[in-house]
Structure formats: structure tokens, C-alpha cells
């Protein structure tokens, strides 16, 4: 699970951060079986974030948007659809559910 050293305290600030496109590029939401990725930035543009919007081919009605930074790490994800997931806690949680990222587990 990369977290590439980045502490709650971080995350929380990255998430909270207001984030604006970083290109200009027209996007649309994907279809059965596609991934777009968004680059997004903060308002001074000294933090870059990327917004994925992926759909699943088989289950049309599945679908996964996450915001990532550092290219790697995913600061929230909302899975909708899918098999449900177990938290660190051992909570089952099922879908649709969001992901948020906490220092020493990622976004699990």
C-alpha cells in the first residue's frame, strides 16, 4: 500500500483542499469498460491531484471514482456496486461505500 510517508494531518489537508482542473481537455464519463483520468490542482497549483472515473465491463452498473496525489496514493474512492470489503476493524462493509484515506492503512 504506498502512502509515500504522507501523515493524516497531510491527507486531511489534501482532501480538504479546494481543486480546480488542470487542463482545459473535454472529458466524459466513461463507458462500459473505460477509465478517464482528470488532472486537478490547487488553487496556488502547488499541489497536484488526479480524479479517475473507472466502469466495470461485465457489471455496467459498477463504477469506482478515487482521487489520488502523489500519482499513487488514493485519498478517498467511492466503489459503487462490487463485493463488499472488510475494514481494518474487521466491520464488513458493503457497497456502495467510501474510502478515505488514514495514515498506515491507505485508503483500505
Do not use: W
Not at 42 to 58: F, G, M, N, T, Y
Not at 66 to 85: F, T, W, Y
Amino acid at each position: 500500500m504506498p502512502d509515500v510517508d504522507l501523515t493524516q494531518e497531510g491527507a486531511d489537508q489534501l482532501i480538504a483542499m479546494e481543486k480546480v482542473r488542470g487542463d482545459d481537455q473535454q472529458l466524459y464519463f466513461p463507458a462500459s469498460g473505460d477509465s478517464i483520468c482528470a488532472p486537478l490542482t490547487s488553487l496556488d497549483q502547488r499541489d497536484a491531484c488526479l480524479l479517475d472515473v473507472k466502469r466495470e465491463r461485465i457489471n455496467l452498473s459498477k463504477a469506482t471514482c478515487q482521487n489520488r496525489s502523489r500519482k499513487a496514493v488514493v485519498l478517498v474512492r467511492l466503489d459503487i456496486e462490487g463485493n463488499p470489503h472488510r475494514n481494518p476493524d474487521g466491520a464488513e462493509i458493503p457497497t456502495p461505500h467510501l474510502h478515505v484515506f488514514r495514515e498506515g492503512y491507505g485508503d483500505k
